[in-house]
Protein backbone atom coordinates (compact mmCIF):
# COMPACT_ATOMS: atom_id res chain seq x y z
CA UNK A 1 0.00 0.00 0.00
CA UNK A 2 1.22 3.55 -0.52
CA UNK A 3 -1.36 5.80 0.81
CA UNK A 4 -0.88 7.14 3.97
CA UNK A 5 -2.92 5.17 7.06
CA UNK A 6 -4.39 7.65 9.28
CA UNK A 7 -4.24 7.14 12.76
CA UNK A 8 -6.25 9.32 15.11
CA UNK A 9 -6.16 9.17 19.31
CA UNK A 10 -8.85 9.63 21.52
CA UNK A 11 -7.64 8.91 24.62
CA UNK A 12 -4.36 10.12 26.79
CA UNK A 13 -4.89 9.09 30.29
CA UNK A 14 -7.25 6.73 32.19
CA UNK A 15 -9.66 9.95 32.55
CA UNK A 16 -9.55 11.66 29.55
CA UNK A 17 -12.25 13.05 27.71
CA UNK A 18 -15.10 10.56 27.54
CA UNK A 19 -16.79 12.48 24.59
CA UNK A 20 -13.28 12.26 22.31
CA UNK A 21 -13.92 8.45 20.94
CA UNK A 22 -17.18 9.82 19.38
CA UNK A 23 -15.54 13.17 18.29
CA UNK A 24 -12.75 11.49 16.40
CA UNK A 25 -14.79 8.50 14.55
CA UNK A 26 -17.51 12.05 13.43
CA UNK A 27 -14.82 14.46 12.94
CA UNK A 28 -13.22 12.89 9.55
CA UNK A 29 -12.17 9.91 8.28
CA UNK A 30 -9.59 7.36 10.13
CA UNK A 31 -8.50 3.88 9.21
CA UNK A 32 -7.43 3.09 12.89
CA UNK A 33 -8.39 5.03 16.27
CA UNK A 34 -6.13 4.52 19.16
CA UNK A 35 -6.38 5.13 23.12
CA UNK A 36 -3.69 5.04 25.63
CA UNK A 37 -5.29 4.24 29.18
CA UNK A 38 -2.22 3.49 31.22
CA UNK A 39 0.21 5.22 33.17
CA UNK A 40 3.02 4.08 36.06
CA UNK A 41 0.45 5.26 38.72
CA UNK A 42 -2.63 4.00 36.84
CA UNK A 43 -1.28 0.42 37.09
CA UNK A 44 -1.31 0.76 40.76
CA UNK A 45 -4.87 1.95 40.73
CA UNK A 46 -5.82 -0.95 38.23
CA UNK A 47 -3.84 -3.51 40.90
CA UNK A 48 -5.87 -2.39 44.05
CA UNK A 49 -8.75 -2.65 42.12
CA UNK A 50 -8.50 -6.22 41.18
CA UNK A 51 -7.57 -6.86 44.63
CA UNK A 52 -10.85 -6.09 45.32
CA UNK A 53 -12.39 -7.38 42.43
CA UNK A 54 -10.43 -9.94 40.46
CA UNK A 55 -12.88 -10.11 37.20
CA UNK A 56 -11.68 -6.21 36.72
CA UNK A 57 -8.12 -4.44 36.45
CA UNK A 58 -9.01 -2.88 33.04
CA UNK A 59 -10.16 0.84 31.94
CA UNK A 60 -14.09 0.44 32.39
CA UNK A 61 -14.68 4.03 30.89
CA UNK A 62 -13.13 2.21 27.72
CA UNK A 63 -16.42 0.21 28.07
CA UNK A 64 -18.80 3.06 28.24
CA UNK A 65 -17.07 5.19 24.99
CA UNK A 66 -17.65 1.65 22.81
CA UNK A 67 -21.21 1.41 24.34
CA UNK A 68 -21.56 4.83 22.09
CA UNK A 69 -19.42 4.26 19.73
CA UNK A 70 -19.09 0.78 18.90
CA UNK A 71 -21.44 0.84 15.99
CA UNK A 72 -20.66 4.11 14.19
CA UNK A 73 -17.06 2.79 14.43
CA UNK A 74 -18.11 -0.61 12.23
CA UNK A 75 -20.71 1.12 9.95
CA UNK A 76 -17.01 3.80 9.06
CA UNK A 77 -14.81 0.44 8.88
CA UNK A 78 -12.73 1.90 11.66
CA UNK A 79 -10.91 -0.28 13.93
CA UNK A 80 -9.77 0.12 17.27
CA UNK A 81 -6.96 -1.03 19.06
CA UNK A 82 -6.62 0.48 22.91
CA UNK A 83 -4.26 -0.40 26.04
CA UNK A 84 -7.53 -0.17 28.38
CA UNK A 85 -6.74 -3.97 28.82
CA UNK A 86 -4.77 -3.14 31.46
CA UNK A 87 -3.65 -6.05 34.45
CA UNK A 88 -6.57 -7.69 32.58
CA UNK A 89 -7.16 -7.58 28.98
CA UNK A 90 -8.81 -10.93 28.36
CA UNK A 91 -11.34 -9.57 30.73
CA UNK A 92 -11.83 -6.56 29.02
CA UNK A 93 -12.55 -8.32 25.55
CA UNK A 94 -14.63 -10.94 26.93
CA UNK A 95 -16.65 -7.45 28.24
CA UNK A 96 -16.54 -5.86 25.04
CA UNK A 97 -17.63 -9.22 23.23
CA UNK A 98 -20.57 -8.90 25.33
CA UNK A 99 -21.18 -5.41 25.11
CA UNK A 100 -20.91 -6.31 21.13
CA UNK A 101 -23.68 -8.97 21.59
CA UNK A 102 -26.27 -6.92 23.88
CA UNK A 103 -26.03 -4.25 20.97
CA UNK A 104 -26.71 -6.60 18.01
CA UNK A 105 -23.19 -5.56 16.35
CA UNK A 106 -20.99 -7.58 14.48
CA UNK A 107 -17.68 -7.27 15.76
CA UNK A 108 -14.35 -9.44 16.32
CA UNK A 109 -11.88 -8.85 19.57
CA UNK A 110 -8.63 -9.46 20.05
CA UNK A 111 -6.28 -9.33 22.77
CA UNK A 112 -2.78 -9.17 23.52
CA UNK A 113 -1.56 -10.94 26.29
CA UNK A 114 1.70 -11.99 28.49
CA UNK A 115 2.72 -8.55 30.02
CA UNK A 116 1.95 -9.95 33.49
CA UNK A 117 4.65 -11.48 34.95
CA UNK A 118 2.99 -11.06 38.36
CA UNK A 119 3.04 -14.98 38.95
CA UNK A 120 6.95 -15.36 37.76
CA UNK A 121 8.20 -11.95 39.73
CA UNK A 122 10.35 -13.89 42.26
CA UNK A 123 11.47 -16.29 39.65
CA UNK A 124 12.75 -13.03 37.25
CA UNK A 125 14.57 -11.47 40.36
CA UNK A 126 11.54 -9.12 40.53
CA UNK A 127 10.75 -9.38 44.02
CA UNK A 128 6.93 -9.51 45.58
CA UNK A 129 5.31 -6.56 43.69
CA UNK A 130 1.64 -5.92 43.66
CA UNK A 131 2.30 -5.45 40.08
CA UNK A 132 4.53 -6.54 37.23
CA UNK A 133 4.15 -6.22 34.22
CA UNK A 134 6.87 -5.86 30.92
CA UNK A 135 6.06 -3.69 28.41
CA UNK A 136 5.53 -5.27 25.02
CA UNK A 137 5.78 -3.89 21.89
CA UNK A 138 3.18 -3.90 18.49
CA UNK A 139 3.69 -7.54 17.04
CA UNK A 140 1.23 -8.73 19.10
CA UNK A 141 -1.50 -6.15 17.43
CA UNK A 142 -0.34 -6.94 13.90
CA UNK A 143 -0.94 -10.41 14.66
CA UNK A 144 -4.24 -9.71 15.71
CA UNK A 145 -5.10 -7.25 13.09
CA UNK A 146 -3.85 -9.71 10.35
CA UNK A 147 -6.79 -12.04 11.60
CA UNK A 148 -9.37 -9.86 10.90
CA UNK A 149 -9.91 -8.34 14.68
CA UNK A 150 -11.96 -4.97 14.11
CA UNK A 151 -11.18 -4.22 18.08
CA UNK A 152 -7.59 -4.92 19.86
CA UNK A 153 -7.08 -5.13 23.53
CA UNK A 154 -3.65 -4.94 24.74
CA UNK A 155 -2.32 -4.65 28.60
CA UNK A 156 0.63 -2.96 29.15
CA UNK A 157 2.25 -2.03 26.06
CA UNK A 158 4.31 1.06 25.23
CA UNK A 159 2.04 3.91 24.45
CA UNK A 160 3.15 4.38 21.11
CA UNK A 161 2.74 0.41 20.04
CA UNK A 162 -0.87 1.10 20.19
CA UNK A 163 0.21 2.84 17.07
CA UNK A 164 3.07 1.20 15.50
CA UNK A 165 1.02 -2.11 15.49
CA UNK A 166 -1.38 -0.82 13.05
CA UNK A 167 1.02 0.86 10.83
CA UNK A 168 3.41 -2.30 10.48
CA UNK A 169 0.13 -4.32 9.77
CA UNK A 170 -0.94 -1.48 6.90
CA UNK A 171 2.32 -1.82 5.41
CA UNK A 172 3.32 -4.96 6.02
CA UNK A 173 6.41 -3.87 7.80
CA UNK A 174 9.33 -6.41 8.34
CA UNK A 175 10.29 -6.93 12.31
CA UNK A 176 14.01 -5.54 10.79
CA UNK A 177 12.35 -2.11 9.03
CA UNK A 178 13.80 -0.45 11.46
CA UNK A 179 14.00 3.28 10.26
CA UNK A 180 10.05 2.63 9.65
CA UNK A 181 9.16 0.99 12.67
CA UNK A 182 11.31 4.24 14.29
CA UNK A 183 9.17 6.94 12.55
CA UNK A 184 5.80 4.89 13.91
CA UNK A 185 6.97 5.16 17.21
CA UNK A 186 7.95 9.19 16.87
CA UNK A 187 4.20 9.80 15.61
CA UNK A 188 3.06 7.49 18.31
CA UNK A 189 5.08 9.51 20.87
CA UNK A 190 3.52 12.82 19.73
CA UNK A 191 -0.18 11.35 19.34
CA UNK A 192 -0.29 8.92 22.46
CA UNK A 193 -0.88 12.08 24.91
CA UNK A 194 -4.07 13.31 23.22
CA UNK A 195 -3.95 16.98 22.74
CA UNK A 196 -0.60 17.57 24.34
CA UNK A 197 0.40 17.26 20.83
CA UNK A 198 -2.22 19.99 19.41
CA UNK A 199 -1.71 22.57 22.04
CA UNK A 200 -2.68 21.37 25.49
CA UNK A 201 -0.15 21.78 28.22
CA UNK A 202 1.79 24.57 25.60
CA UNK A 203 4.36 26.45 26.93
CA UNK A 204 3.57 29.34 24.25
CA UNK A 205 0.05 29.22 24.80
CA UNK A 206 -0.66 32.89 24.87
CA UNK A 207 -0.09 32.58 20.82
CA UNK A 208 -3.26 30.47 20.76
CA UNK A 209 -6.87 32.41 20.75
CA UNK A 210 -8.22 31.33 23.98
CA UNK A 211 -12.01 30.31 22.09
CA UNK A 212 -9.33 27.24 20.40
CA UNK A 213 -8.42 26.13 23.57
CA UNK A 214 -11.84 25.70 24.57
CA UNK A 215 -12.09 22.50 23.31
CA UNK A 216 -8.90 20.98 21.59
CA UNK A 217 -8.84 18.59 18.85
CA UNK A 218 -7.12 15.16 19.62
CA UNK A 219 -4.35 14.46 16.96
CA UNK A 220 -3.89 11.92 14.15
CA UNK A 221 -0.94 10.99 12.02
CA UNK A 222 -1.18 10.12 8.61
CA UNK A 223 1.64 7.55 8.46
CA UNK A 224 3.40 6.84 5.20
CA UNK A 225 4.84 3.65 3.98
CA UNK A 226 8.13 4.92 4.42
CA UNK A 227 7.76 5.46 8.38
CA UNK A 228 7.26 9.43 7.78
CA UNK A 229 4.46 11.17 8.81
CA UNK A 230 2.42 14.19 9.00
CA UNK A 231 0.57 15.16 12.68
CA UNK A 232 -2.55 16.87 12.07
CA UNK A 233 -6.02 17.09 13.60
CA UNK A 234 -9.68 16.70 12.06
CA UNK A 235 -10.54 20.29 10.38
CA UNK A 236 -12.90 22.10 12.29
CA UNK A 237 -11.42 21.49 16.16
CA UNK A 238 -10.07 23.63 18.57
CA UNK A 239 -6.29 23.95 19.48
CA UNK A 240 -3.27 24.29 17.37
CA UNK A 241 -0.64 21.76 15.69
CA UNK A 242 2.57 23.54 14.91
CA UNK A 243 6.35 22.77 14.33
CA UNK A 244 6.26 23.71 18.49
CA UNK A 245 3.70 21.87 19.48
CA UNK A 246 5.43 18.71 18.19
CA UNK A 247 8.42 19.49 19.55
CA UNK A 248 7.11 19.86 22.86
CA UNK A 249 5.50 16.47 22.88
CA UNK A 250 8.32 14.97 21.31
CA UNK A 251 10.70 16.10 24.65
CA UNK A 252 7.78 14.79 26.97
CA UNK A 253 9.09 12.04 28.95
CA UNK A 254 12.04 10.88 27.06
CA UNK A 255 15.87 10.84 28.11
CA UNK A 256 18.64 10.62 25.06
CA UNK A 257 18.59 10.39 21.83
CA UNK A 258 18.09 6.76 21.83
CA UNK A 259 14.49 6.65 22.93
CA UNK A 260 14.10 2.84 23.28
CA UNK A 261 11.19 0.44 22.67
CA UNK A 262 10.97 -3.34 22.10
CA UNK A 263 10.66 -3.47 18.64
CA UNK A 264 13.19 -0.60 17.67
CA UNK A 265 15.21 2.34 19.46
CA UNK A 266 14.49 5.47 17.52
CA UNK A 267 17.26 7.99 17.08
CA UNK A 268 15.50 11.68 18.34
CA UNK A 269 18.46 13.12 16.74
CA UNK A 270 17.46 12.07 13.61
CA UNK A 271 14.36 13.58 13.65
CA UNK A 272 13.13 16.23 11.31
CA UNK A 273 10.13 18.58 11.47
CA UNK A 274 8.29 21.24 8.90
CA UNK A 275 5.23 22.63 8.47
CA UNK A 276 2.92 21.11 5.61
CA UNK A 277 0.24 23.79 5.79
CA UNK A 278 -2.29 24.86 8.79
CA UNK A 279 -2.17 22.63 11.82
CA UNK A 280 0.27 20.19 9.49
CA UNK A 281 3.83 18.82 11.08
CA UNK A 282 5.76 17.00 8.57
CA UNK A 283 7.93 14.01 10.66
CA UNK A 284 10.78 12.97 8.09
CA UNK A 285 14.18 11.46 8.45
CA UNK A 286 13.78 9.43 11.77
CA UNK A 287 16.01 6.41 11.80
CA UNK A 288 16.13 3.32 13.79
CA UNK A 289 18.72 0.62 15.51
CA UNK A 290 17.69 -2.72 16.65
CA UNK A 291 15.98 -3.04 20.24
CA UNK A 292 17.75 -3.53 23.39
CA UNK A 293 18.29 -7.14 24.41
CA UNK A 294 16.10 -6.27 28.01
CA UNK A 295 12.69 -5.67 28.18
CA UNK A 296 11.14 -3.21 31.05
CA UNK A 297 8.73 -4.15 33.37
CA UNK A 298 6.64 -1.70 35.34
CA UNK A 299 6.57 -2.84 38.95
CA UNK A 300 4.35 -1.47 41.86
CA UNK A 301 4.11 -2.45 45.31
CA UNK A 302 2.56 -1.12 48.27
CA UNK A 303 4.89 1.17 50.44
CA UNK A 304 2.98 1.91 53.42
CA UNK A 305 1.05 4.70 54.93
CA UNK A 306 1.40 8.51 54.45
CA UNK A 307 -0.70 10.90 55.72
CA UNK A 308 -0.16 14.60 55.64
CA UNK A 309 -1.13 18.17 57.72
CA UNK A 310 -0.38 21.76 55.89
CA UNK A 311 -0.45 24.33 58.61
CA UNK A 312 -0.73 27.97 57.68
CA UNK A 313 1.58 30.41 58.80
CA UNK A 314 0.81 34.11 58.56
CA UNK A 315 2.95 37.83 58.93
CA UNK A 316 5.69 38.06 60.45
CA UNK A 317 8.77 35.62 61.98
CA UNK A 318 7.54 32.70 59.56
CA UNK A 319 10.54 30.95 60.05
CA UNK A 320 10.69 30.98 63.71
CA UNK A 321 6.68 30.29 63.80
CA UNK A 322 7.59 27.42 61.61
CA UNK A 323 10.41 26.56 63.80
CA UNK A 324 8.09 26.46 67.18
CA UNK A 325 5.52 24.17 65.26
CA UNK A 326 8.14 21.70 64.16
CA UNK A 327 9.76 21.34 67.69
CA UNK A 328 6.24 20.77 69.24
CA UNK A 329 4.50 18.53 66.74
CA UNK A 330 7.51 16.17 67.02
CA UNK A 331 8.04 16.06 70.82
CA UNK A 332 4.11 15.23 71.01
CA UNK A 333 4.10 12.21 68.88
CA UNK A 334 4.54 9.55 70.98
CA UNK A 335 5.89 7.13 68.26
CA UNK A 336 7.86 8.58 65.54
CA UNK A 337 6.84 7.80 62.44
CA UNK A 338 9.51 5.92 59.81
CA UNK A 339 9.55 8.81 57.39
CA UNK A 340 8.85 12.71 58.79
CA UNK A 341 9.03 15.28 56.05
CA UNK A 342 9.09 19.12 56.30
CA UNK A 343 8.42 21.68 53.76
CA UNK A 344 8.04 25.47 54.23
CA UNK A 345 6.74 27.20 50.41
CA UNK A 346 7.43 30.73 51.29
CA UNK A 347 3.96 32.02 49.08
CA UNK A 348 3.81 35.07 51.80
CA UNK A 349 4.54 38.63 50.74
CA UNK A 350 5.63 41.26 52.77
CA UNK A 351 3.30 44.02 53.58
CA UNK A 352 0.35 41.91 51.49
CA UNK A 353 -3.20 43.35 50.76
CA UNK A 354 -5.20 40.32 51.77
CA UNK A 355 -4.68 37.55 53.68
CA UNK A 356 -3.83 34.60 52.01
CA UNK A 357 -1.25 36.49 50.07
CA UNK A 358 0.53 37.39 53.78
CA UNK A 359 0.48 33.85 54.43
CA UNK A 360 3.33 30.79 53.77
CA UNK A 361 2.49 27.15 53.82
CA UNK A 362 3.83 24.53 56.26
CA UNK A 363 3.63 21.12 55.23
CA UNK A 364 4.38 17.82 57.25
CA UNK A 365 4.26 14.48 55.58
CA UNK A 366 4.61 11.28 57.63
CA UNK A 367 5.09 7.85 55.85
CA UNK A 368 4.85 4.24 58.29
CA UNK A 369 4.39 0.54 57.42
CA UNK A 370 2.15 0.59 60.78
CA UNK A 371 -1.29 2.53 59.80
CA UNK A 372 -1.60 3.38 63.44
CA UNK A 373 1.50 5.23 63.27
CA UNK A 374 0.46 8.18 60.86
CA UNK A 375 -3.67 8.02 61.58
CA UNK A 376 -5.49 9.80 64.40
CA UNK A 377 -2.70 10.06 66.53
CA UNK A 378 -0.66 12.07 64.22
CA UNK A 379 -3.38 14.10 63.02
CA UNK A 380 -4.71 14.61 66.46
CA UNK A 381 -0.77 15.63 67.63
CA UNK A 382 -1.12 18.83 65.24
CA UNK A 383 -4.39 19.98 66.17
CA UNK A 384 -3.83 18.96 69.73
CA UNK A 385 -1.47 22.46 69.14
CA UNK A 386 -4.07 24.82 68.10
CA UNK A 387 -3.95 26.82 71.60
CA UNK A 388 -0.75 26.68 72.48
CA UNK A 389 1.39 27.45 69.15
CA UNK A 390 2.00 30.01 66.85
CA UNK A 391 -0.03 33.14 66.58
CA UNK A 392 -2.41 32.73 63.57
CA UNK A 393 -2.38 28.67 63.85
CA UNK A 394 -4.53 27.34 61.09
CA UNK A 395 -4.67 24.26 59.05
CA UNK A 396 -6.43 23.47 56.03
CA UNK A 397 -8.39 20.04 56.44
CA UNK A 398 -9.51 18.59 59.35
CA UNK A 399 -7.31 15.45 61.23
CA UNK A 400 -7.67 12.19 58.50
CA UNK A 401 -6.58 8.59 58.95
CA UNK A 402 -3.58 7.81 56.82
CA UNK A 403 -3.81 6.17 53.31
CA UNK A 404 -2.07 3.69 51.56
CA UNK A 405 0.75 4.72 49.47
CA UNK A 406 2.22 3.19 46.32
CA UNK A 407 6.41 2.57 45.50
CA UNK A 408 6.75 2.04 41.36
CA UNK A 409 9.79 0.54 40.43
CA UNK A 410 11.68 -0.09 37.00
CA UNK A 411 12.77 -3.29 36.50
CA UNK A 412 14.39 -5.29 33.45
CA UNK A 413 14.72 -8.82 31.89
CA UNK A 414 15.47 -10.67 29.08
CA UNK A 415 12.92 -10.36 25.98
CA UNK A 416 12.80 -13.42 25.61
CA UNK A 417 11.88 -14.43 29.18
CA UNK A 418 8.61 -12.73 28.65
CA UNK A 419 5.82 -14.33 27.05
CA UNK A 420 3.83 -12.54 24.13
CA UNK A 421 0.55 -13.91 22.74
CA UNK A 422 -2.00 -12.65 20.34
CA UNK A 423 -5.30 -13.78 21.43
CA UNK A 424 -7.64 -13.98 17.67
CA UNK A 425 -11.10 -13.46 18.09
CA UNK A 426 -11.90 -17.42 17.69
CA UNK A 427 -9.45 -17.97 20.95
CA UNK A 428 -6.68 -19.22 18.54
CA UNK A 429 -3.51 -18.41 20.55
CA UNK A 430 -0.48 -16.88 18.33
CA UNK A 431 2.66 -16.56 20.18
CA UNK A 432 5.04 -13.81 19.10
CA UNK A 433 8.65 -14.17 19.27
CA UNK A 434 11.50 -11.64 20.71
CA UNK A 435 13.27 -10.18 18.54
CA UNK A 436 16.44 -12.07 17.52
CA UNK A 437 18.41 -8.79 16.45
CA UNK A 438 19.24 -6.54 19.45
CA UNK A 439 21.55 -3.95 20.13
CA UNK A 440 22.50 -2.91 24.16
CA UNK A 441 21.45 0.74 24.99
CA UNK A 442 24.41 2.99 25.12
CA UNK A 443 24.06 6.66 25.15
CA UNK A 444 24.56 8.72 22.37
CA UNK A 445 27.82 10.24 20.93
CA UNK A 446 27.93 13.43 21.90
CA UNK A 447 26.68 16.18 18.89
CA UNK A 448 28.44 18.52 17.39
CA UNK A 449 27.71 22.14 19.09
CA UNK A 450 27.80 24.96 17.09
CA UNK A 451 29.69 28.42 17.69
CA UNK A 452 28.45 30.10 20.22
CA UNK A 453 27.16 34.02 19.74
CA UNK A 454 29.76 36.53 19.91
CA UNK A 455 29.40 38.82 23.24
CA UNK A 456 27.20 41.45 23.21
CA UNK A 457 24.40 43.75 25.33
CA UNK A 458 22.07 41.46 27.66
CA UNK A 459 18.84 41.61 29.37
CA UNK A 460 18.18 40.49 32.85
CA UNK A 461 14.67 37.90 31.59
CA UNK A 462 12.51 35.20 32.19
CA UNK A 463 14.26 32.43 30.00
CA UNK A 464 10.69 31.29 28.77
CA UNK A 465 10.42 34.60 26.50
CA UNK A 466 12.52 32.99 24.43
CA UNK A 467 11.99 28.84 25.08
CA UNK A 468 9.69 26.62 25.32
CA UNK A 469 9.92 23.78 27.44
CA UNK A 470 7.36 20.19 28.82
CA UNK A 471 8.67 18.13 31.78
CA UNK A 472 7.19 15.15 33.61
CA UNK A 473 7.67 12.15 35.40
CA UNK A 474 9.64 8.86 34.65
CA UNK A 475 9.60 6.62 38.12
CA UNK A 476 11.72 8.95 40.88
CA UNK A 477 13.16 10.81 37.72
CA UNK A 478 11.99 13.66 35.92
CA UNK A 479 12.43 15.11 32.60
CA UNK A 480 12.52 18.40 31.78
CA UNK A 481 13.14 19.69 27.76
CA UNK A 482 13.51 23.03 26.32
CA UNK A 483 13.94 23.88 22.94
CA UNK A 484 13.88 27.30 20.83
CA UNK A 485 12.49 28.48 17.93
CA UNK A 486 15.69 30.02 15.96
CA UNK A 487 19.36 29.33 15.37
CA UNK A 488 20.79 31.87 17.00
CA UNK A 489 18.52 31.38 20.14
CA UNK A 490 19.81 27.84 19.48
CA UNK A 491 23.79 28.77 19.32
CA UNK A 492 23.23 30.61 22.50
CA UNK A 493 20.67 28.14 24.52
CA UNK A 494 23.09 25.25 23.99
CA UNK A 495 26.39 26.47 25.29
CA UNK A 496 24.09 28.83 28.27
CA UNK A 497 21.73 26.16 29.66
CA UNK A 498 24.07 23.17 31.20
CA UNK A 499 23.80 21.01 34.07
CA UNK A 500 25.17 23.53 36.18
CA UNK A 501 23.11 26.15 35.14
CA UNK A 502 19.91 24.15 35.59
CA UNK A 503 20.78 23.13 39.43
CA UNK A 504 21.20 26.76 39.27
CA UNK A 505 18.20 27.48 38.53
CA UNK A 506 16.24 24.59 39.76
CA UNK A 507 18.19 24.55 43.31
CA UNK A 508 15.68 21.40 44.25
CA UNK A 509 17.88 19.54 41.83
CA UNK A 510 21.60 20.91 43.32
CA UNK A 511 22.27 18.11 44.95
CA UNK A 512 20.83 15.04 42.68
CA UNK A 513 21.84 13.47 39.34
CA UNK A 514 21.36 15.12 36.69
CA UNK A 515 22.30 14.40 33.01
CA UNK A 516 21.84 16.82 29.83
CA UNK A 517 21.09 15.47 26.28
CA UNK A 518 21.42 17.72 23.62
CA UNK A 519 19.24 17.59 20.03
CA UNK A 520 20.16 19.86 17.64
CA UNK A 521 17.91 19.21 15.02
CA UNK A 522 15.13 20.30 17.31
CA UNK A 523 17.20 22.96 18.44
CA UNK A 524 16.45 21.47 22.12
CA UNK A 525 18.29 20.17 25.13
CA UNK A 526 16.32 17.15 27.80
CA UNK A 527 17.72 16.80 31.29
CA UNK A 528 17.08 13.98 33.35
CA UNK A 529 16.64 14.67 37.10
CA UNK A 530 17.43 11.40 38.83
CA UNK A 531 15.64 10.52 42.52
CA UNK A 532 13.47 14.07 42.41
CA UNK A 533 10.58 11.67 43.12
CA UNK A 534 12.01 9.67 45.06
CA UNK A 535 10.23 6.05 44.63
CA UNK A 536 8.11 7.74 42.09
CA UNK A 537 4.16 9.26 42.05
CA UNK A 538 2.16 7.13 44.62
CA UNK A 539 4.66 7.80 46.72
CA UNK A 540 5.35 11.37 46.47
CA UNK A 541 4.32 14.34 49.16
CA UNK A 542 5.87 16.68 46.36
CA UNK A 543 4.01 19.56 45.47
CA UNK A 544 4.17 18.93 41.90
CA UNK A 545 4.51 15.28 42.25
CA UNK A 546 4.32 14.29 38.66
CA UNK A 547 6.99 17.00 37.55
CA UNK A 548 4.85 18.57 35.35
CA UNK A 549 5.33 22.24 36.37
CA UNK A 550 9.03 21.96 36.49
CA UNK A 551 9.86 22.96 32.83
CA UNK A 552 7.44 25.95 33.93
CA UNK A 553 9.48 26.92 36.89
CA UNK A 554 12.29 26.85 34.84
CA UNK A 555 11.09 28.67 32.13
CA UNK A 556 10.05 31.48 35.00
CA UNK A 557 13.85 31.70 35.87
CA UNK A 558 15.59 35.19 35.25
CA UNK A 559 18.72 34.64 33.23
CA UNK A 560 21.26 36.76 30.93
CA UNK A 561 19.91 36.42 27.41
CA UNK A 562 21.29 38.68 24.30
CA UNK A 563 19.42 41.30 23.55
CA UNK A 564 19.29 40.16 19.85
CA UNK A 565 17.43 37.18 20.76
CA UNK A 566 14.69 39.00 22.48
CA UNK A 567 14.29 41.45 19.78
CA UNK A 568 13.34 38.46 17.61
CA UNK A 569 10.74 37.62 20.16
CA UNK A 570 8.34 34.76 19.81
CA UNK A 571 7.93 33.70 15.92
Same mark, same amino acid.
Given at each position: ?????????????????????????????? *???????????????????????????????????????????? +??? %??????????????????????????????????? @????????????????????????????????????? +????????????????????????????? !???????????????????????? #??????????????????? @???? *??????????????? %??? !???????????????????? /???????? &??????? *?????????? &????? +????????????????????????????????????????????? &?????????????????????????? %??? *?????????????????????????????????????????????? !?? #?????????????????????????? &???? +?????????????????????????????????? /?? /????????????????? /??????????? #??????????????? %???????????????? #??? !????????????????????????????
Amino acid at each position: MTAAVRIGNCSGFYGDRHAAMQEMLTGGDL *DYLTGDYLAELTMLILGRDRMKHPERGYAKTFLTQLEQCLGLAR +DKG %VRIVANAGGLNPAGLAAAVRELADRLGIPAKVAHV @EGDDLLPRAAELGLGTPLTANAYLGGWGIVECLAGGA +DVVITGRVTDASVIVGPAAAHFGWERTDY !DRLAGAVVAGHVIECGVQASGGNY #AFFTEIPTEQLLHPGFPLA @EIHA *DGSSVITKHPGTGGL %VSV !DTVSAQLLYEVTGARYANPD /VTARMDSI &ELSSDGP *DRVRISGVTG &EPPPP +DCKVSLNSIGGFRNSTTFVLTGLNIEEKAELLRTQLEAALTIRPA &ELQWTLARTDHPDADTEETASALLHC %VVR *DPDPANVGRKFSAAGIELALASYPGFCVTAPPSEGQVYGVFTPGYV !DA #AAVPHVAVHADGTRVDIPAATETRTL &EPAE +DPALPEPLPAGPTRRAPLGLIAGARSGDKGGSAN /VG /VWVRTDDQWRWLVHTLT /VQKLRELLPET #AELPVTRHVLPKLRA %VNFVVEDILGQGVAYQ #ARF !DPQAKGLGEWLRSRHVDIPEPLLSEGTL
